[in-house]
Every structure is written in structure tokens, then in C-alpha cells.
Nanobody, 123 residues
Framework: QKQLVESGGGVVQPGGSLRLSCSTS????????IAWFRQAPGKEREGVSC?????????YADSVKGRFTMRRRNVKNSEVTLEMNMLQPEDTAVYYC???????????????WGQGTQVTVSS
């Protein structure tokens, strides 16, 4: 059974940093795309970053460019991280990793989702 497990969420002050991790169980990520999404209370789920496992290309939402960095952690690409710097209260959300066949921020393209990890940015 394919599973994704996120970790690393928590509470941080504005301007602080967190690193999220997403690991697989039961499969390796190659050759799928893998993405981070987030969902704040009362808002739709939105794409944050996405890696094309074949080309290595990465895309970011405009709201996080220059602050967040998504990386693959090992040769088999079975773990990815999201380094989040200069966090702001508007970054508060549940963060999910997801994998599927599309290099996109469209949620329908992803068929395996993690359970999510809460990130709260507050003073």
C-alpha cells in the first residue's frame, strides 16, 4: 500500500524557519512528480512546490518563492524536504505532500496524499 508520511511541523515565530519532511512507505517516488500543498482554515488547498522527478525541475507558488526550498534527500528519491524560511503568519496551514503523474499544482493530478502536518506561525 502506497503511503506518504509528513513530519516537521510545529509552532514558530514570524521570521523563523522550519523544515518539513515527506517519506514514502511501500513505494519509491521515481518517476512520479511530488508536491507540497497547504490548506489554511476556511481556504482551498493550494500548491506550494512541486518537483518533476524525471527532469529535476521545481516550481514554486509566487507566495513562497525565495523563502521555501524543496529538495530530494536520497538517490532513490523516497524522501523530500521543504525548507521554509522567513515564515509569516499567512504561512499558517496544514501542509501535505502528494505524489502523482502531473508536474502541476492541480490537486486532481495527485493520487497519493499524506495525512498532513500543522505549521503555525505566531508571535
Amino acid at each position: 500500500q502506497k503511503q506518504l508520511v509528513e513530519s516537521g511541523g510545529g509552532v514558530v515565530q514570524p521570521g523563523g524557519s522550519l523544515r518539513l519532511s515527506c517519506s514514502t512507505s511501500g513505494f519509491t517516488l521515481e518517476p512520479y512528480a511530488i508536491a507540497w500543498f497547504r490548506q489554511a482554515p476556511g481556504k482551498e488547498r493550494e500548491g506550494v512546490s512541486c518537483i518533476n522527478q524525471i527532469s529535476g525541475a521545481t516550481i514554486y507558488a509566487d507566495s513562497v518563492k525565495g523563502r521555501f526550498t524543496m529538495r530530494r534527500r536520497n538517490v532513490k528519491n523516497s524522501e523530500v524536504t521543504l525548507e521554509m524560511n522567513m515564515l509569516q503568519p499567512e504561512d499558517t496551514a496544514v501542509y501535505y505532500c502528494a505524489t502523482g503523474g502531473g508536474f502541476t499544482f492541480e490537486t486532481w493530478a495527485f493520487d497519493v496524499w499524506g495525512q498532513g502536518t500543522q505549521v503555525t506561525v505566531s508571535s
